[in-house]
């Protein structure tokens, strides 16, 4: 990083005062990124309107912290293999061609970890990104 540049998250903020951020989990809150339109500008400026995944995620609208990821432990979205539960309500998942988990959130973990890797959390206390009538089981 050069001196002045501003962080674009948290992951490269060090403890050895080569780096430093008021309240990390802000950090990239006011990062140049796209607004969906190739449009960069501060994260948290965005009004981007683009629905990727048609999950009501917009992920080129402002800032959600930390990381502008969406939802946390979105790593329950997909099964221990990394297939998504739901095609309908997939949210990121394994692309073994990249190796590298892809989709419409920032991943909430390492992106290049192979599955299977355990969710963050246990199903029982994991929300299901669920629509009226529908369920993934």
Do not use: H
């Given at each position: ?38 449009t ?65 959130d ?31 089981r």
């Open positions: 990083m050069k001196k002045g540049e501003i962080l674009k998250g948290f992951a490269p903020l060090q403890d050895n005062g080569a780096t430093a951020c008021g309240i990390w989990i802000y950090a990239g809150y006011f990062a140049p990124a796209d607004d969906g339109t190739g960069i500008m501060p994260a948290t400026k965005r009004r981007g309107q683009k629905d990727p995944g048609g999950l009501g995620m917009y992920p080129f609208w402002a800032f959600a912290w930390p990381a502008n990821r969406r939802i946390i432990y979105n790593r329950a979205s997909a099964d221990p293999n990394g297939k998504p539960w739901a095609e309908d309500k997939k949210l990121i998942w394994w692309d073994e061609a990249q190796k590298k988990w892809v989709g419409y920032v991943p909430d973990f390492v992106a290049t970890k192979a599955p299977p890797i355990p969710a963050a959390r246990t199903p029982l206390s994991c929300a299901w990104m669920e629509r009226a009538g529908s369920s993934p």
